[in-house]
T-cell receptor, first 115, second 112 residues
Framework: NAGVMQNPRHLVRRRGQEARLRCSPMKGHSHVYWYRQLPEEGLKFMVYLQKENIIDESGMPKERFSAEFPKEGPSILRIQQVVRGDSAAYFC?????????????FGPGTRLTVT | GENVEQHPSTLSVQEGDSAVIKCTYSDSASNYFPWYKQELGKGPQLIIDIRSNVGEKKDQRIAVTLNKTAKHFSLHITETQPEDSAVYFCAASDYAGNMLTFGGGTRLMVKP
């Protein structure tokens, strides 16, 4: 039973480059959430997606950040023209749905370093 | 929006003692309160959760209590062991499966 998978686990980008982070949800899960964790801080919600739909992107910065969850393949969090302040751990979580019973399970994260 | 505060930020206990971590939340619409354990270099692991229709839930050495009137909930770990050392996060949501608002975390250190 594979859990939530994220790759790469570590990503180094220079300022101005693009970062692409991938998340494969647990088997049977169709809901994906992205969170960001700055050093020594809690996790902050970024975006919530279902297959081919963005449900809630209230936590996404207005510029440079985008997310998708296509019908086939992993969910992608894309950061264009990265800046040093984007350095953080990005976690993906998945669930089977929304409602009383649907807990979120997290992946191991991608640690992005912008030099 | 929801705001979750967590205390203490660090907690050191002797092996075998109990540990208590407390969280308060601001949005009375919140009904789902999970707790996550995060070990160094890993993702958060769900360890227990509670929904607003109950006041307490136990799972072996771990228990969570919820006071909806006062808008606070707590994690209790009994008979702590060195492997309990980690960062613990509380969170709140209006329902499971929706966005979670996390507290700032508690670094628990269990000394052998």
């Amino acid at each position: 039973n594979a859990g939530v998978m994220q790759n790469p686990r570590h990503l180094v980008r220079r300022r101005g480059q693009e970062a692409r982070l991938r998340c494969s949800p647990m088997k049977g899960h169709s809901h994906v959430y992205w969170y960001r964790q700055l050093p020594e801080e809690g996790l902050k919600f970024m975006v919530y997606l279902q297959k081919e739909n963005i449900i809630d992107e209230s936590g996404m910065p207005k510029e440079r950040f985008s997310a998708e969850f296509p019908k086939e393949g992993p969910s992608i969090l894309r950061i264009q023209q990265v800046v040093r302040g984007d350095s953080a751990a990005y976690f993906c979580a998945s669930s089977t749905g929304t409602g009383v019973l649907y807990e979120q399970y997290f992946g191991p994260g991608t640690r992005l370093t912008v030099t | 929006g929801e705001n979750v505060e967590q205390h203490p930020s660090t907690l050191s206990v002797q092996e075998g003692d109990s540990a208590v971590i407390k969280c308060t939340y601001s949005d009375s619409a919140s009904n789902y309160f999970p707790w996550y354990k995060q070990e160094l270099g890993k993702g958060p692991q769900l360890i227990i959760d509670i929904r607003s229709n109950v006041g307490e839930k136990k799972d072996q050495r771990i228990a969570v209590t919820l006071n909806k009137t006062a808008k606070h909930f707590s994690l209790h770990i009994t008979e702590t062991q060195p492997e309990d050392s980690a960062v613990y996060f509380c969170a709140a949501s209006d329902y499971a499966g929706n966005m979670l608002t996390f507290g700032g975390g508690t670094r628990l250190m269990v000394k052998p």
